[in-house]
C-alpha cells in the first residue's frame, strides 16, 4: 500500500498496489488510520481497484465501524472518502442486492462522513474538492 498527500489539493491518496487478501482488510484499513498524511485532511481518495471482489463482511465492517472511527479522528472536518474501483466491482456493488443495500446505506445522509464510489480518478477527485455534486 502507498500513501501520498498533495498539498495542492488537500488530498490524502492510499493505493494498493498489488493483489492482497481479504483477510488483511482490516489491518490495512487500519493502518490508514495511523498515517499522518491521512489524519491532516478530510479529503481522502482510496483507490481499491486491485483489491479483491469486496465480501459483505468487509463492506458492513467499513462501512459500518472503520468511517466512523476515521470520521471521528478528523472531526470537527468532515471526513470525504472516494473509492476508486475497477468497472467489476462496481458492476458486483451495483448488481448484487446485499451489497447495494450496504452501500446505499453509507452513501445516505446523516452519518460523519460522505461516501462514493468512481471508476474514474478525474471524477472522485473533482466529487472530493467539491466540484461535483
Known amino acids: 500500500m502507498e ?4 498539498p495542492d489539493l488537500d488530498l490524502f491518496t492510499a493505493r494498493w498496489l498489488s493483489l492482497t487478501q481479504a483477510a488483511t482488510t482490516q489491518a490495512e484499513y487500519d493502518l490508514l ?3 499522518p498524511e491521512a489524519l ?3 479529503h481522502w481518495l482510496l483507490d481499491v481497484r486491485r483489491r479483491p471482489i ?3 463482511e468487509s463492506a458492513r465492517w467499513v462501512t459500518g465501524e472503520w468511517l466512523p472511527r476515521a470520521a471521528a479522528l478528523l472531526s470537527p472536518a468532515r471526513l470525504r472518502v472516494a473509492f476508486l474501483v475497477a468497472p ?3 458492476e458486483t456493488l ?3 442486492p ?6 446505499e446505506a453509507a452513501y445516505a445522509p446523516g452519518h460523519a462522513f460522505d461516501l462514493r464510489t468512481f471508476t474514474d480518478e478525474g471524477a472522485a477527485v473533482a466529487w472530493l474538492l467539491g466540484r461535483l455534486g
Open 3 to 6: 500513501f501520498a498527500y498533495r
Open 33 to 35: 488510520l495511523q498515517a
Open 40 to 42: 491532516g485532511t478530510p
Open 54 to 56: 469486496i465480501t459483505l
Open 88 to 90: 467489476v466491482r462496481a
Open 94 to 96: 451495483r448488481d448484487d
Open 98 to 103: 446485499t451489497l447495494r443495500a450496504v452501500m
